[in-house]
Nanobody
């Protein structure tokens, strides 16, 4: 059974940096394209960033472009989300998700394996 476990979320001040990690077990990460999504209280889950299976293609939501970077380490079976210049509006539970496809896509319905989420809180 494939499982995803996120870590790295915590309370930080605006302008800080934070790196989230998501480790896959049950199968190697090089079989998947990987996304990060987030969900703030009272709002729908939204796409944040994605990386294709071969790591060639990445995709970012407009609010995080230039501030967040997604990367994969196949040796560690882990995908990362490096977040810089964090803003209070980045506060959310961050989820990683896996799709057994070569291609990255922003639509959450296409992702069939999800982690439990990690809380990121950015204070002003």
């Amino acid at each position: 059974q494939v499982q995803l476990v996120e870590s790295g979320g915590r309370l930080v001040q605006a302008g800080a940096s934070l790196r989230l990690s998501c480790t896959i077990s049950g199968r190697t990460i090089d079989a998947y394209s990987m996304n990060w999504f987030r969900q703030a209280p009272g709002l729908e889950r939204e796409f944040v960033a994605g990386i294709s299976r071969n790591e060639v293609n990445t995709l970012y939501a407009n609010p995080v472009k230039g501030r967040f970077t997604i990367s994969k380490d196949n040796d560690k079976n882990t995908v990362y989300l490096q977040m810089t210049n964090l803003r209070p509006e980045d506060t959310a539970v961050y989820y990683c998700a896996a799709r057994a496809s070569a291609y990255v896509d922003a639509r959450p319905i296409l992702y069939d394996v999800w982690g439990q989420g990690t809380q990121v809180t950015v204070s002003s």
